[in-house]
């Protein structure tokens, strides 16, 4: 049995790119309570800004609010329309699940009752305290799970206590019964599943909250493939979850002019445009099929590569790709049996990554252990394209920037170029801004890993079938994002969602370059190419 990829992205090694996370809290963190009461991220700190709601009865306000009503209604009334009877249904079963996580707060507010010390902060904010908003999410099922995995993962628009606790929000979810995969497997195809796969296996790769994932060979060439299935109803559900998501969003703003002014409702329209793609699987295979022209274009096709799409057993809710064989960056020494340079392969994987960046309309904004491989042919697998970002060329240049002072450890190149991505209001200090930034980077220690490999052979074949995973706290690889947020946006600076994304691929590699190249300098390397030609000058031989 060999191991097929199916998510992943890639990066290099980050100079004093590493931290220990005790030293960071301590040093630059404030305590927790602290902090849930601080109102630091404004715009989202809805739990410390209650006393803002009488603003709503200002007389100012008050004429602003009746002249827009008729619009928030109108926009209410037509969400519910679209949404249609599912929304029925999950407010019962929002409610159900409301009423689950209330006792266990209700349970908890009882213990603590006795406390000398008084209700803690956590249980004093309810079902909005990060712990009990979590558990909420994880009850309501996959949309939320991804709102949460969402958080998590844009400390440049959340609050801190939020993106740390969204960070436990796994997507693991039961399998669907076989038989409802092949139900819509001969939807999908629109005939006999046998005629198109010679063989399905039906248990099933891997299981997520909106896909599943089972390996089979194609009717006919016999070719090993890996069908990716939407689960049954999850574009409805997610649909029914966004809009109330939205509804609620709009009555914030209208509530609570702070809201307004920190675009709360078109955060939540970016969150439902991410999701509605991840959920439509042509948007997948032009994301893929574009990579794999990228690499045709750039002569890349020895060095990388990307599953292969066979279109004619693909639809929205199915995707069939070539399957992969390898094993994740992660594994050294299967990664040693393959090739006689681990960080050679390493360097391939940064070039190809860093040159889709600015050859491709979209770059894989996922590239943990279990989505890039280094595959049984001595190439770098870049697998599954559900999550990816778009950067714009003034972020790019902005990034490039920051990322030479990181090596050159300019501060005030880095504040300066921080200064150009984020979005403000004010004059910045940019030489008190870059004492900070430098107060943050001269804490940053070793971050320590631990990899887990387990391996499993098959008579038949002999093949090797490796699952690797790279365990860290996710709160420490987060810390960085935070502390430099945290900083900037005391200055009045607001970054869009791509940096974070760029941010975390580079400290995926930062964690591969340690594995595979520990004297490897990524940002110094002339190997590595990170400050390239324009993107038109790529996209040019595209055409």
């Excluded at 972020?395 to 880095?414: G, K, P, Q």
């Amino acid at each position: 049995m060999a191991v097929s990829a199916i998510r992943g992205v890639a990066c290099g090694r980050l100079p004093q790119f590493h931290f220990h996370h005790s030293r960071l809290q301590s040093s630059s963190l404030s305590p927790r309570s602290k902090r849930l009461l601080n109102g630091r991220s404004k715009g989202f700190t809805l739990f410390a800004q209650y006393s803002q709601a009488q603003d709503l009865f200002s007389s100012s306000r008050l004429q602003e609010n009746i002249q827009n009503l008729p619009k928030l209604v109108e926009d209410i009334v037509q969400t519910s329309i679209n949404t249609g009877p599912r929304g029925a249904l999950r407010l019962a079963q929002g409610i159900q699940a409301v009423i689950g996580v209330g006792s266990e707060w209700l349970a908890d507010v009882s213990k603590s009752a006795n406390s000398s010390a008084g209700l803690p902060t956590e249980l004093q904010l309810g079902l909005l305290s990060p712990v009990y908003l979590r558990k909420l999410f994880e009850r309501m099922g996959a949309t939320y799970i991804k709102l949460g995995q969402f958080i998590a993962s844009a400390p440049t628009l959340f609050p801190q206590e939020y993106v740390e606790e969204f960070q436990k929000c796994f997507d693991r979810a039961p399998p669907v019964p076989f038989q409802e995969i092949q139900a819509i497997l001969r939807e999908e195809l629109g005939r006999p599943i046998d005629s198109v796969y010679e063989y399905v296996d039906p248990t099933p790769l891997a299981s997520a909250s909106i896909a599943q994932v089972h390996g089979a060979k194609l009717k006919g060439s016999r070719e090993d493939v890996v069908i990716k299935v939407l689960k049954p109803g999850m574009e409805d559900l997610l649909v029914a979850d966004m809009n109330f998501v939205y509804v609620v969003a709009r009555i914030l703003e209208f509530l609570n002019p702070e809201f307004s002014r920190t675009s709360l409702v078109g955060v939540v329209k970016d969150i439902r445009e991410s999701m509605l793609e991840e959920v439509d699987f042509y948007k997948e295979a032009a994301n893929i099929e574009s990579f794999r022209k990228y690499l045709e274009v750039m002569g890349l096709t020895r060095q990388a590569t990307a599953p292969k799409v066979y279109e004619y057993c693909s639809s929205k809710r199915v995707l069939t790709m070539e399957r992969l064989y390898g094993v994740p960056l992660t594994d050294l020494d299967s990664i040693s049996s393959l090739v006689p340079s681990p960080e050679n392969s390493l360097i391939t994987a940064l070039n190809v990554w860093f040159g889709s960046l600015l050859a491709c309309e979209t770059f894989h904004a996922d590239v943990h252990a279990g989505n890039l491989w280094l595959l049984q042919d001595g190439r770098i697998g870049f697998l599954d394209f559900g999550i990816v970002g778009r950067i714009s060329p003034k972020t790019w240049a902005a990034m490039e920037v920051f990322l030479t002072s990181i090596a050159t450890e300019e501060y005030e190149s880095m504040a300066s170029a921080l200064i150009e991505m984020g979005a403000t209001n004010r004059d910045i200090d940019t030489q008190a801004f870059a004492k900070d930034l430098e107060k943050i980077f001269s804490s940053i220690q070793d971050l320590d890993t631990e990899i887990v490999v387990a391996t499993a052979r098959e008579r038949s074949t002999n093949a090797t079938a490796v699952s690797a995973n790279l365990v860290v706290d996710e709160r420490q690889m987060n810390a960085l994002f935070l502390d430099v947020v945290r900083v900037s946006q005391s200055y009045g600076l607001r970054f869009p969602r791509e940096f974070a994304l760029l941010l975390k691929q580079l400290l995926y590699f930062d964690r591969y370059t340690r594995l595979l190249a520990p004297n490897l300098n990524m940002l110094q390397d002339q190997r590595i190419s990170i400050v390239s030609n324009r993107r038109s000058n790529y996209r040019d031989r595209f055409n």
